[in-house]
């Protein structure tokens, strides 16, 4: 079955430094989403990515989606406590798989 | 309802015991997914449901695990003989059918924290 590699595993930064995470996948893929799961909450849905080499951004967010579509990244810019969370790559058609998430610690 | 609900939303059984965790998907989604996350790990897969196909059991780690969903609404996953392993958080989430090119984004509910002593 489809499998994504997302890395790191674990970061922590301090308030304002930037952020990112990436997904790598070995098969072209035809799609990629991003969630946010808060610490206790549940994993919330931030975008899809769907064309080669597409950029998207949301407020201090950026995603992208590599020119192959085999690998993606989200990054943050001046990050803020409200940003800690584990954020989650996710792949696949009728059955979606989750990377193993990036947890993000924020140091204020 | 405005979301995904879960029931109960916590539930702790002592090992060997039968559990049923409820997931009320959001009116008018087709698909529906159940998964298991462990404390600070990642999703765990564990079935599929669209419309009314056969469901993608694929994911279901045991033979003491099934799901069942009524009616192309609620669903209930069982867990039968629990045992110290099962215990996680159960997540439940609903989309619009996914198609072969595109894919919807999935709406979690709030979880069911399962414990088994």
């Known amino acids: 079955g489809q499998q994504v590699m997302q890395i790191p595993q674990y970061q922590h930064v301090q308030e304002g430094e930037d952020f990112t995470t990436y997904c790598n996948s070995s098969t072209t893929l035809s799609n990629i989403q991003w969630y946010k799961q808060r610490p206790g909450g549940h994993p919330v849905f931030l975008i899809q990515?769907?064309?080669?080499?597409e950029v998207k951004k949301q407020k201090r967010l950026t995603f992208q989606f590599g020119e192959a579509k085999k690998n993606s990244s989200l990054h943050i810019t001046a990050t803020q406590t409200t940003d800690v969370g584990t954020y989650f790559c996710?792949?696949?058609?009728?059955?979606?798989?989750f990377g193993a998430g990036t947890i993000l610690r924020v140091k204020s | 309802g405005a979301g995904v609900s879960q029931s109960p939303s916590n539930k702790v059984t002592e090992k060997g015991k039968d559990v049923e965790l409820r997931c009320d998907p959001i009116s008018g989604h087709t698909a529906l997914y159940w998964y298991r996350q462990s404390l600070g790990q990642g999703l765990e897969f564990l079935i599929y449901?669209?419309?009314?196909?056969?469901?993608?059991k694929s994911g279901l780690p045991s033979d003491r695990f099934s799901a069942e969903r009524t009616g192309g609404s609620v669903s209930t996953l069982t867990i039968q003989r629990t045992q110290q392993e099962d215990s996680a958080v159960y997540l439940c989430?609903?989309?619009?059918?996914?198609?072969?090119?595109?894919?919807?984004?999935?709406?979690f509910g709030p979880g069911t924290r399962l414990t088994v002593t």
């Open positions: 989430a609903s989309s619009l059918k996914p198609g072969t090119s595109s894919t919807y984004e999935q709406y």
């Open positions: 996710v792949v696949g058609g009728n059955k979606l798989v």
């Open positions: 990515l769907v064309k080669s080499g």
């Open positions: 449901f669209q419309g009314n196909s056969a469901p993608d």
